[in-house]
């Protein structure tokens, strides 16, 4: 069993930077693929990044490339999302996820997730 706290949203300014972390229970963390992704109000929850269990290979949504950056400390039992050049559209709730087991291939499904955090909000004005 793996639990996940979100945490850093806020409201910040178009152009602006956030930084969230996700802080996860258990000894099994670095077995996980874990991923963030977020929902907008009226919309489906997207996929916005993700990184192997060993944090040597990253993956991110087209709409968020070159600006996020999606990190993990194993021995910290983290992952981190350093949002840059933050937009409007990129309000949002933000989701951590955990995977035990899950092809590269699948990372962008949110139904391939066993675990997920309970949001933390996002809001950039204009």
């Known amino acids: 069993q793996v639990q996940l706290v979100e945490s850093g949203g806020g409201l910040v300014q178009a152009g602006g930077s956030l930084r969230l972390s996700c802080a996860a229970s258990?000894?099994?963390?670095?077995?996980?693929?874990m991923a963030w992704f977020r929902q907008a109000p009226g919309k489906e929850r997207e996929f916005v990044a993700a990184i192997t269990w060993s944090g040597g290979r990253t993956y991110y949504a087209d709409s968020v490339k070159g600006r996020f950056t999606i990190s993990r400390d194993n021995a910290k039992n983290t992952v981190l999302l350093q949002m840059n050049s933050l937009k409007p559209e990129d309000t949002a709730v933000y989701y951590c996820?955990?995977?035990?087991?899950?092809?590269?291939?699948?990372?962008?499904?949110?139904?391939?997730?066993?675990?997920w955090g309970q949001g933390t909000q996002v809001t950039v004005s204009s």
């Open positions: 996820a955990a995977a035990a087991s899950i092809y590269s291939s699948r990372y962008f499904l949110r139904d391939k997730y066993d675990y």
């Open positions: 258990g000894p099994t963390f670095s077995q996980y693929v």
